[in-house]
């Protein structure tokens, strides 16, 4: 059974930096894509960042600039480097592998909070 485990989130104050890790357990093969989408209070989950499998990435207009997504293959593991953090980056952020088959797999999230 796969699971998403993330790390690294924590409250740090506005133009600080934060490192968030989603690392997979257990096997998982065929991945398409990895993502980190963030959930902010009263609000509806939105992808941060993305990257697909041939080392595309794409990010959300309000984070470019300021955050790096990146993956380490032989770990199955997957960061988000933020930078530059404002506090309407405020929120659970949670990672997501999807496979080609249209598999999908969710973390249970890491609270980032960004006070200004």
């Known amino acids: 059974q796969v699971q998403l485990v993330e790390s690294g989130g924590g409250l740090v104050q506005a133009g600080g930096s934060l490192r968030l890790s989603c690392a997979a357990s257990?096997?998982?093969?065929?991945?398409?894509?990895m993502g980190w989408y963030r959930q902010a209070p009263g609000k509806q989950r939105e992808l941060v960042a993305r990257?697909?499998?041939?080392?595309?990435?794409n990010y959300a207009d309000s984070v470019k600039g300021r955050f790096t997504i990146s993956r380490d293959n032989a770990k199955i593991t997957m960061y988000l480097q933020m930078n530059s953090l404002k506090p309407e980056d405020t929120g659970v952020y949670y990672c997501?592998?999807?496979?080609?088959?249209?598999?999908?797999?969710w973390g249970k999230g890491t609270l980032v909070t960004v006070s200004s």
């Open positions: 257990g096997i998982i093969f065929s991945i398409n894509a």
């Open positions: 990257i697909i499998s041939g080392g595309s990435t």
């Open positions: 997501n592998f999807e496979q080609y088959s249209g598999m999908d797999y």
